[in-house]
């Protein structure tokens, strides 16, 4: 299958990585990457956590971990009981033992105030089709700036036109979280490339297999399963192959097999490509964490030296709601 | 006899049998019961006690049995006909039964073996008294069809007058019952004046399907005793005792059940999702290796496919398709896939591969058996092969419908079932047998 180098931007080589045999979950393709691993980096559910809301538009994350640096991922977002749930604009990098308060959060649903504790938090990376706006928001204070756009999401799925992310997060949960068990991590998985129906969605890299295990219920369930969710093609009736015998139809499924392989090829090698603008946010020792904007790709990167070590990249345009309706080629 | 399909039959229709006063019996599968009835006598009345049957299914049965001439058959299918009928009369709820005997009526079905039953369910049942006061016209109109009418009051009349052993009381009705000196009293009853107010007893005396576990809150380790050590020994715990408790669970699942003549190939979904996560890790897979342990205990020969991973490190994505054609491969009796219904790797090709099997010329059915986490789990996008015959499972307690169901789709399967179903009804015809006698007492 295709490298990555045609998609990736310029500061970002992912030399090493590989991509793994695609899996299909309705509209959502997922395709498995695995690489040199980076040590060292702190991941989100065992290390990060909320330590508290001080106010609207206002998150404090800690970096629990005695040693290693927490990346904190992008567009990621928090929900529990008896508080407002908010998700950030811009991922960071934070030392061991360090908080940071991000006066730049979005809230997503409108509610009381107050302290979170940590048990029944649960986190989830805000979906793809509020990303590119949530990321033009980076730097941007004000709790409602994503209000319109979730009302806007909710009226396109059928939901009421509220501010409530939590309409599709929590009330679907039982369909969307299906695709943490729909598609299968990989052992030594560390990424992903998306696409939901025929179109790129997005681009996940983690530094390690642990820290991509601990975000994977949030990126196949929310980031990209929202908008798979929303393009759910029907089942289709089984078409019998012509074989007449059991070796002739292990051949036939192996033959379409390999033929179906080969159209995600094509997809991979079709994507596009172009310059992007590649802008340095922060850094930490070696680490630098920029942001990319481009007509089609936009997200944040993590890079030590040339070598990636954590990525999340969109597709602006499927970000903004042109995705749905496509239909995943059987 | 199709057994998959009767099976099918049995567990979903239960709809009443209705006599509609003036008008005809109201049987809407009668010529479904006839022709399996036809097909095998002993093997259609059997299945009757299958567990899951539904009540009123088994009450079509009793009925076929009792309607249709026994001229033919040899004295084993008699005996076990007469042994699944005294079942079958106590195994019901007592309504039921005295549907099915009216039916009769209806039917003008008089053979001998129907006059024995219609007479020790009105005279004999545990509950005759009760039921008696309750029902007292419907039970005096089965009493004078078995007997006919004048011989049921010339009996009466004789009983009425102190008669318990003349030559006639003892040619016409006492030859049918077990316990005349119980049985007497109840003649008189049954003529003389009513109860108004009483109630029948609504239960059966007998259970036939055993009581489940019904925990309120599903976890993953009360799923029953199988799967629960299971549990415990993937989470590390020690082995040594729980593997002594492991054969020991085994053997209490499978110690009633005969060997299965044949070769099973399990596709045994050993993937990432099998395992869960949170409360739920470990759930579902253990059920799917409990069944796989209790497999290998019955079945001549099991061949086990593991998809994904294997059963200790499950990972990885599904690919069922394969899963099958490699089973496929053994040459086995039945292909029984075990998966959660999750098929990502290549989604849609188990349809299309076990849609192309026939032809192919493969005819070793396949059955999907369903592994959940609780029986309400949510379906919509876990059936990888909606044609295929599907049956789910969370519970141990379901192998004992998973097991007959599985087994029934293949040709191998037909003596296992008639074996365990003898066993079962032999069991069964002993209990019946202890709650007359405490009933007589």
Redesign the interface.
């Known amino acids: 299958m295709s490298d990555l180098t045609a998609l990736v931007p310029g500061p970002l080589s992912l030399a090493g990585h590989r991509l793994g045999?695609p899996?299909?979950?309705?509209a959502l393709t997922m395709v498995p990457i695995s690489g040199p691993a980076h040590p060292g980096i702190v991941a989100p559910r065992s290390g990060l956590k909320l330590a508290r809301v001080p106010g609207y538009g206002q998150v404090e994350l800690r970096n629990g971990a005695d040693t290693g640096v927490a990346i904190v991922p992008l567009h990621i977002g928090y929900v529990q009981d008896a508080a407002q749930n908010h998700a950030l604009c811009r991922s960071a990098l934070l030392a061991a033992g360090q908080s940071l308060l991000f006066e730049d959060a979005a809230c997503v649903q409108e509610s009381q105030g107050g302290l979170l504790a940590g048990r029944d938090q649960w986190f989830f990376v805000l979906p793809l089709e509020l990303r590119a706006r949530a990321l033009e928001l980076r730097g941007v204070n004000g709790y409602s700036k994503l209000w319109t756009d979730i009302a806007d999401l909710n009226t396109r799925y059928g939901l009421a036109r509220r501010g409530h992310l939590e309409q599709i997060l929590s009330r679907k949960r039982?369909?969307l979280t299906?695709f943490?068990?729909?598609?299968?991590?990989?052992?030594g998985q560390l990424g992903a490339l998306f696409f939901v129906g025929d179109r790129f969605a997005g681009l996940e890299i983690a530094p390690d297999p642990v820290y991509f295990a601990q975000m994977w219920t949030a990126l196949v369930c929310f980031a990209y399963g929202v908008a798979a969710w929303q393009a759910e093609p029907a089942?289709?009736d089984?078409?019998?192959?012509?074989?007449?015998?059991?070796a002739?139809?292990?051949a036939?499924?192996d033959a379409d097999?390999a033929t179906?392989l080969a159209e995600i090829a094509d997809r991979l090698a079709a994507l596009p490509t172009g310059p992007v603008e590649v802008r340095e946010e922060d850094r930490y020792l070696d680490l630098r964490l920029s942001t990319v904007t481009g007509p089609h790709l936009a997200g944040q990167i993590v890079t030590e030296g040339e070598r990636a070590v954590y990525a999340s990249l969109f597709a602006p345009a499927t970000a903004t709601g042109t995705a749905t309706g496509g239909t995943a080629t059987? | 006899m199709d057994t998959p399909l009767l099976l099918a039959h049995f567990e979903t229709h239960d709809e009443p049998v209705s006599l509609p006063r003036g008008g005809t019996l109201c049987w809407d599968d009668a010529d479904f019961h006839r022709a399996a009835h036809t097909d095998d006598p002993e093997g259609y009345a059997l299945l009757a006690l299958t567990p899951g049957v539904r009540p009123w299914q088994r009450a079509r049965v009793l009925l076929q049995v009792l309607a249709a001439s026994q001229a033919g058959l040899d004295d084993a299918t008699r005996a076990t006909l007469a042994s699944l009928t005294r079942v079958l009369a106590l195994a019901l709820p007592p309504a039921h039964v005295i549907t099915v005997l009216l039916a009769l009526r209806r039917l003008r079905a008089n053979h001998k073996h129907t006059t024995r039953a219609i007479l020790r369910f009105v005279l004999e049942h545990p509950d005759a008294d009760a039921l008696i006061a309750a029902r007292r016209p419907a039970l005096v109109d089965c009493f004078e069809h078995a007997l006919g009418k004048a011989t049921a009051r010339g009996c009466a009349r004789r009983v009425g007058e102190g008669d318990t052993g003349s030559d006639y009381l003892q040619r016409r009705l006492l030859r049918f019952l077990a316990a005349p000196e119980h049985a007497l009293p109840r003649v008189r009853a049954l003529y003389a004046a009513g109860h108004p107010g009483a109630t029948a007893p609504p239960r059966a005396a007998l259970t036939v399907d055993l009581l489940r576990e019904r925990p309120a809150t599903v976890t993953a380790t009360n799923r029953g005793d199988i799967a629960a050590t299971l549990v415990h020994l993937y989470r590390g715990g020690p082995a040594g005792d729980l593997n002594t408790a492991l054969d020991r669970h085994l053997g209490d699942a499978v110690g009633h059940l005969p060997p299965f003549p044949g070769t099973v190939a399990l596709v045994l979904d050993a993937s990432a999702s099998m395992r869960g996560y949170g409360d739920r890790e470990w759930a579902v897979l253990s059920q799917a290796a409990a069944l796989r342990l209790v497999l290998a205990e019955l079945c001549e020969r099991l061949e086990v496919v593991e998809v994904g991973g294997d059963e200790r490190t499950p990972r990885g994505a599904t690919d069922l398709a394969t899963g099958v054609l490699d089973a496929l491969a053994t040459d086995p009796d039945l292909v029984a896939v075990v998966s959660d219904g999750y098929e990502n790797l290549f989604p849609g090709d188990l349809a299309r591969v076990t849609a192309s099997l026939p032809r192919a010329g493969i005819t070793t059915p396949v059955v999907f058996c369903h592994a959940l986490f609780t029986g309400s789990d949510d379906l919509t996008l876990r059936r990888p092969a909606p044609a295929l015959p599907e049956r789910g499972f969370w519970h141990q307690d379901d192998f004992a419908e998973l097991l007959p169901w599985m087994f029934g789709h293949c040709a191998a399967g037909e003596p296992w079932l008639r074996a365990a179903l003898h066993t079962r009804l032999a069991a069964l015809d002993r209990q019946a047998a202890r709650i007359q006698t405490r009933s007589a007492a």
């Open positions: 045999t899996q299909r979950a309705g039982p369909v299906q943490q068990s729909r598609l299968e991590l990989q052992p089942p289709a089984p078409e019998p192959y012509e074989a007449t015998s059991l002739g139809l292990r036939a499924l097999r179906r059987a």
